[in-house]
C-alpha cells in the first residue's frame, strides 16, 4: 500500500465522489486518502493529507476548481492534478492548464479514461482524454500561443484571477456573465474588478479596455466593449 498513489477527491456531488472511490478501490495502485466538496476544504486537505493526484471538478458550488488550482500556488509538495469535469470550453481547458493542471478528463468518459489520466500525470505528462477532439487540441495550443506576455509591473502584480477577469472585462463581459462562466458569485466578481482598478489606476471600464488593449490582453477589432 505504500507503493499506492494517494488520491484526493474533489467534487461538490456526493454521489460522484463515491462512484470515482469505488471505482479506484478495486486498483491496488491506488488509494483514496480523502475527499472534499468546496474550495476551502480542498486546500487544507491537500495541505494536510499531501496526496500524489488530485481529482478536482470545475464547478463546486460556491467557488470553481479553478479557484483551488490558484490556491494550490505555494503549496509544497503540491499534488499533480487531474481535473475531471463536465466542461469541455476552449477557454475553461486552456485556464485550468494555465493555472497548473496535467490532465483534462471528462466526467462521460470511459472508466479507463480516467485511470489513464491519473497514470499519466504520476509520469509528468500532460494528459486529455479521447473526448477532447483534435481540432480543439489545435485551438487550445493557438489559444496559448497567443496570450499576452504583459511586462507592466502593475499588471503583474494582479493575481491570476484578477488577470483573467480583467480580460473578459476588456472582452465585454458583465459581472454577472463572468460570475457564470468562473462559477463565482457576482459579488466576487465585483470586488476583483475594484481590485483592479485600483491596483492599475483605473477609474472606469473605457480605461480599462484601453489598458488591455495597450498591453495586448485583447485585440482592439474584436473587442465588443470598445
Known amino acids: 500500500m505504500s507503493d499506492s498513489v494517494r488520491i484526493l477527491i474533489v467534487d461538490d456531488h456526493g ?13 491496488a495502485r491506488y488509494a483514496v486518502v480523502g475527499e472534499a466538496s468546496d474550495v476551502a476544504s480542498a486546500v487544507t ?15 463546486l458550488g460556491q467557488g470553481s476548481g479553478v479557484e483551488v488550482l490558484s490556491r494550490l500556488e505555494g503549496v509544497h509538495p503540491r499534488p499533480r492534478v487531474l481535473v475531471v469535469t463536465m466542461h469541455v470550453r476552449l477557454d475553461l481547458v486552456a485556464e485550468c492548464f494555465r493555472t497548473g493542471a496535467m490532465g483534462y478528463v471528462v466526467k ?4 479507463s479514461s480516467l485511470l489513464a489520466g491519473i497514470d499519466a500525470v ?3 505528462e500532460r494528459y486529455l482524454d479521447a473526448t477532447i477532439t483534435p481540432q480543439v487540441l489545435m ?7 497567443r496570450r499576452p506576455q504583459p511586462r507592466d509591473p502593475a499588471y503583474e502584480g ?30 466576487t466578481v ?37
Open 15 to 27: 454521489l460522484m465522489r463515491q462512484g470515482l472511490t469505488a471505482l479506484l478501490v478495486g486498483h
Open 45 to 59: 486537505a491537500v495541505r494536510e493529507l499531501a496526496p500524489d493526484v488530485l481529482l478536482l471538478d470545475i464547478g
Open 108 to 111: 462521460d468518459s470511459a472508466a
Open 122 to 124: 504520476m509520469r509528468g
Open 139 to 145: 485551438r487550445l495550443d493557438e489559444y496559448a500561443a
Open 158 to 187: 494582479l493575481t491570476r484571477r484578477e488577470q483573467q477577469i480583467l480580460r473578459l472585462l476588456a472582452e465585454g463581459r458583465t459581472p454577472s456573465a463572468i460570475a457564470a462562466e468562473l462559477f463565482v458569485s457576482k459579488k
Open 190 to 226: 465585483e470586488n476583483h474588478r475594484g481590485n483592479i482598478f485600483g491596483k492599475l489606476g483605473l477609474t472606469n471600464l473605457a480605461e480599462l479596455v484601453h489598458y488591455a488593449v495597450r498591453l495586448g490582453i485583447v485585440d482592439l477589432d474584436d473587442n465588443p466593449a470598445q
